[in-house]
C-alpha cells in the first residue's frame, strides 16, 4: 500500500527501538523493515545498556541504524525518548518497535496510509500475534477505577474474578476501532503529537508507560486507533526474561505511579489508598508465588 502526503518528509520515516541486551533479536526486526515499507527509514537504536552493550554494534551491522548510547538506563520511555530527540525533527511519524519484535510486508506502510487519513489520530498500532500465532491484547480501554481496585486487590488471588476479566479482555481484534491506548511494543506515533504532550513520562521505568502516553494522547484530543490489516510478531519478554523478579516490582511500581499520577488531589485519597494496598499485597503473592 503506498503512503501518501503532501509532507516534505513524506518518503521517509523514523524507527525507534530501545536495547538492553538484545543484540541476538535486533537482527530479525532490522531485517523485516524492507518488506513492512517503502518509505526511507531514519532508525535509531537506543543502546540502554550502562557502559555500552558490545553486541550491539556488530547485531546492526549491514543496516543503516545508528546506535545511540546512554550513560545510564532511563527505562523503555526515557530511552524512547532519546531516540525520538535524535531523529530529523523534519519527520512526521516515527515507528516505536521493541527488538524482538517483525513486522510483516507492509506493515508499516499501512500505518502510515491509516494515521495520515486523518489529522486528528495521534497514534496508530497493529495486530500484534506472539509465536503461537494468537493475537495480544494490545489495543485496550483506559483501566477504569472500579475495574482497577477489583484487579489490584484480588486479581493475583483470584484470577477469574469479573474485574481482571474485563481488565485483560480482548475487544474486536478484527476491525479498524479507537483505542484508549496502544501497546508500546510496536506503536506509530504522529511527531507532533508525541511533542504536544511531552513524549513518553520517563517516571514510568518500565510498563505502563504506553497506557499513559495513550491517556494523554486522548486528554489533548487526538485519536489512538488500532488497525488490523497491518500485523507484527512479538517473542515478548525478551530483555526481561532474566529478571523476572525486578520486573515483577518494576510493573508493580509503575501501576503505583500511574494511579498517583491519574488520581491526584486529597480527595482521591482513599481510592488510592485502597489501590495502594492492593497492590502491594498483589506484588508479595507474586514474589512468593515465583
Not at 2 to 21: E, H
Not at 169 to 192: H, I, K, M, P
Request: glycine share 10%; proline share 6%.
Amino acid at each position: 500500500m503506498d503512503a501518501v502526503s503532501n509532507s516534505p518528509s513524506a518518503n521517509r520515516i523514523g524507527i525507534v527501538t530501545v536495547s538492553f541486551r538484545s543484540g541476538d533479536a535486533i537482527n530479525a526486526m532490522l531485517a523485516s523493515l524492507p518488506a513492512a515499507t517503502a518509505l526511507r527509514t531514519d532508525i535509531v537504536v537506543v543502546d540502554n545498556v550502562p557502559g555500552g552493550d558490545g553486541a550491539l554494534a556488530p547485531a546492526v551491522t549491514g543496516s543503516s541504524a545508528r546506535i545511540i548510547a546512554r550513560p545510564d538506563n532511563p527505562g523503555y520511555g526515557g530511552g524512547v525518548n532519546s531516540g525520538v530527540a535524535a531523529l530529523d525533527p523534519a519527520l512526521d511519524f516515527f515507528l516505536v518497535i521493541n527488538p524482538d519484535v517483525t513486522l510483516d510486508p507492509h506493515a508499516l506502510d499501512t500505518l502510515v496510509h491509516v494515521i495520515q487519513s486523518d489529522p486528528t489520530i495521534g497514534a496508530v498500532g497493529p495486530r500484534i500475534r506472539d509465536l503461537h500465532g494468537v493475537t495480544y491484547p494490545s489495543a485496550r480501554a483506559i483501566p477504569s477505577l472500579r475495574v482497577g481496585i477489583g484487579h489490584a486487590l484480588v486479581g493475583d488471588l483470584i484470577p477469574s474474578n469479573p474485574w481482571t476479566r474485563k481488565y485483560h479482555a480482548s475487544s474486536d481484534y478484527e476491525n479498524q476501532r479507537e483505542a484508549g491506548w496502544l501497546s508500546g511494543a510496536c506503536v506509530l506515533v504522529r511527531r507532533a503529537a508525541f511533542d504536544a504532550v511531552g513524549g513518553f513520562d520517563d517516571g514510568f521505568f518500565m510498563y505502563f508507560e504506553d497506557v499513559d502516553l495513550g491517556y494523554r494522547l486522548g486528554r489533548k484530543g487526538w485519536r489512538n486507533v488500532f488497525v488490523p490489516t497491518a500485523t507484527a510478531e512479538h517473542e515478548g519478554g525478551h530483555s526481561t526474561r532474566d529478571h523476572s523478579a525486578q520486573m515483577i516490582a518494576a510493573h508493580h511500581d509503575s501501576a503505583r505511579l500511574w494511579v498517583h499520577r491519574r488520581y491526584a488531589g486529597p480527595g482521591w485519597w482513599p481510592a488510592r489508598t485502597l489501590i495502594t494496598v492492593g497492590l502491594h499485597l498483589r506484588e508479595w503473592a507474586m514474589m512468593r508465588r515465583r
